[in-house]
């Protein structure tokens, strides 16, 4: 059965440096989520969108932004970047009217 | 928001033991959901279980809504099932998840 695909699955940057991680979710999956994990913390939301439309919002710095496209995939743009946002970052899709998610393998991202 | 509490939070077993996960959270909710991360840093998803009890192969798990608790078991432990694994979860539909702080379970010969 297909997944959740992300891209990169790893990505170097410098400080300062912006970054564009890429989530397609599963076919049909209209709803798709972003988290953050932090090095031994346990993955936290940032941002979900439901048809192309932001949906709701956790604790997203403002130098990143995101969105959805007409297909359905979506963008996580990360600007300015800081040494605390090497993290692994992690798209989950979910089909209307039903709760479970499906996460993707993640991007591993390093910020030197 | 919901608070969601895991224990233990570190377990070490030998191979072929058995052992239960727990998962307690603050408010009802609709989703809650399993996930075992490996070494690499996947997320694999265990179980979709708001409520009742479910089980795959050497996994099962029971949530009892009313009691906002959920746990995890693990019969005849293989090397493989090390890593984390978290519960998390969501209220109201196509919520965000909050995780708990995770289970670290280290399986040895």
């Known amino acids: 059965a297909a997944g959740v695909i992300q891209s990169p699955r790893h990505l170097i940057k410098e400080k300062r440096e912006t970054a564009t991680l890429k989530c397609y979710p599963i076919?049909?999956?209209?709803?798709v989520y972003w988290y953050q994990q932090g090095p031994g913390q346990d993955p936290q939301f940032l941002i979900s969108f439901y048809e192309k439309m932001q949906s709701d919002k956790g604790s997203i710095p403002d130098r990143f932004s995101a969105q959805q496209f007409s297909d359905y995939h979506s963008e996580l743009n990360m600007s300015s970047l800081e040494l605390g946002d090497s993290a692994l970052y992690f798209c989950?899709?979910?089909?209307?009217?039903?709760?479970?998610?499906?996460f993707g393998p993640g991007t591993r991202l390093t910020v030197t | 928001g919901i608070q969601v509490e895991q224990s233990p939070p570190d377990l070490i077993l030998q191979e072929g033991a058995n052992s239960t996960l727990r998962c307690n959270f603050s408010?009802?909710?609709?989703?809650l959901q399993w996930f075992h991360q490996n070494p690499w840093g996947q997320l694999i998803n265990l179980f979709y279980i708001p409520s009742g009890t479910k089980q795959n192969g050497r996994l099962s798990a029971t949530t009892v809504a009313t009691e906002r608790y959920s746990l995890l078991y693990i019969s005849s432990s293989q090397t493989t099932d090390s890593g984390v694994y978290f519960c998390?979860?969501?209220?109201?539909?196509?919520?965000?998840?909050?995780f708990g702080t995770g289970t670290r379970l280290q399986v040895t010969l």
């Open positions: 076919p049909r999956h209209d709803t």
């Open positions: 408010d009802s909710v609709n989703n």
């Open positions: 989950a899709s979910s089909l209307a009217g039903t709760d479970e998610q499906y």
């Open positions: 998390a979860g969501g209220a109201g539909t196509a919520s965000k998840l909050t």
